[in-house]
């Protein structure tokens, strides 16, 4: 005997299981043994209480698996909890790390992140932003990019703003910058003092700030060893393995003899090292390789990789706690700040 089979029935998006009611702020407050006022005060990261009670409401919220209602608090506020983030390229392993940066300076706030990118195009980017703010985020992240000052200062009107790359603060906006520059020269230094005389860079894209700070520093380094730069062993890279490799490529069949080369960042030194490896060119028994960046999977290349380390994801961790603080969010410290520093590992060795 057949019977037709009935259509499952599923509980709208949201619905508790039937026979169990959710968690509600006054069940946490109830099994912290708190106010209901004090629970909602540490949920939105404005109580001032002492650790052993706010350990208690989270250990409270975590055993009931209680979920705060963020669309009332929307409705009632204005604010929808959520970070905007302008990245350039979901691709990039270096915007990767700092939006983990961003994750992690993000956890227990209750704010989450909503991630599009600029694709480094001045005009989208802008339009991104204002995508953005017609989404109703409360603030936004800038990861690099293109935008004017002068933009960047008018979106910061309407609300907080942090950008990475750039040195700039106005009302609501704070930048955050690092010393490429000194990154550069510490590592044409290094190739330098290891006995190389002749020292070829593949820069990055000169539509990059970044990248050409990064030349300055190369230029730097040369000019206190008295060390002249041939403009023939400069190509320019796009900060991409492919970049790298032709880079590499170019160099190799211009001729002119070099023992050493400092890539504009990781991704280019791996495309280059790959233009060698399959050229069946040593590294680093005849050429000495140094990046820039410290992306984590460079020390687990092979060989691992000589490079300089930049808090990539102490970037991202200051953005997301800079915009928390001007939405009012109490932190318990500031982030660790690092200065550039050469990882040695095995990619030089002296000329």
């Not at 019977?3 to 499952?8: A, G, L, N």
């Not at 959710?22 to 650790?51: E, K, M, Y």
């Not at 609501?172 to 550069?184: M, T």
């Amino acid at each position: 005997m057949s019977t037709t089979p009935t259509k499952p029935e599923f509980a709208p998006p949201g619905a508790a299981p039937e026979g169990l009611n959710p968690p509600t702020l006054f069940d946490v407050a109830r099994l912290a043994g708190v106010s209901p006022s004090t629970v909602s005060r540490i949920i939105n990261g404005s109580a001032n209480v002492s650790p052993e009670r706010k350990r208690a409401v989270e250990d409270a919220i975590s055993k009931l698996k209680f979920r705060p209602n963020f669309s009332a608090k929307s409705l009632r506020s204005g604010s929808t909890m959520t970070i905007g983030v302008l990245t350039q390229d979901f691709d990039s392993l270096y915007f990767a790390r700092a939006l983990k940066g961003i994750e992690r300076g993000l956890e227990g706030s209750g704010y989450a992140p909503l991630v599009i990118p600029g694709h480094w195009s001045p005009t989208e980017e802008a339009e991104r932003m204002r995508l953005l703010m017609a989404r109703k985020v409360d603030a936004i992240a800038v990861l690099g990019g293109h935008l004017r000052d002068s933009e960047l200062i008018d979106f910061a009107r309407v609300q907080p703003i942090v950008v990475t790359g750039r040195k700039i603060t106005g009302h609501q906006l704070q930048g955050f910058d690092f010393d490429n520059v000194r990154g550069a020269l510490l590592a044409t230094q290094h190739l330098i003092e290891l006995g190389h005389t002749s020292i070829a860079y593949i820069t990055g894209p000169r539509a990059h700030p970044d990248a050409l700070d990064r030349t300055e520093g190369f230029f730097q380094a040369c000019r206190q060893a008295q060390l002249p730069v041939n403009p023939a062993l400069m190509v320019e890279g796009d900060y991409q393995e492919g970049g790298g490799e032709a880079a590499m490529l170019r160099l190799l069949n211009s001729g002119i003899p070099f023992t050493a080369v400092f890539c504009a960042n990781d991704q280019t030194l791996w495309g280059a090292r790959m233009a060698l490896y399959r050229l069946g060119r040593a590294v680093p028994g005849e050429f000495s390789l140094v990046g820039f960046d410290d992306l984590p999977q460079s020390q687990y290349m092979t060989p691992p990789i000589t490079t300089v380390h930049q808090p990539i994801f102490e970037l991202g961790l200051a953005a997301a706690q800079a915009l928390l603080r001007a939405l009012g969010v109490k932190l318990d410290a500031e982030p660790a700040w690092v200065e550039p520093y050469l990882v040695l590992r095995e990619t030089t060795r002296p000329r």
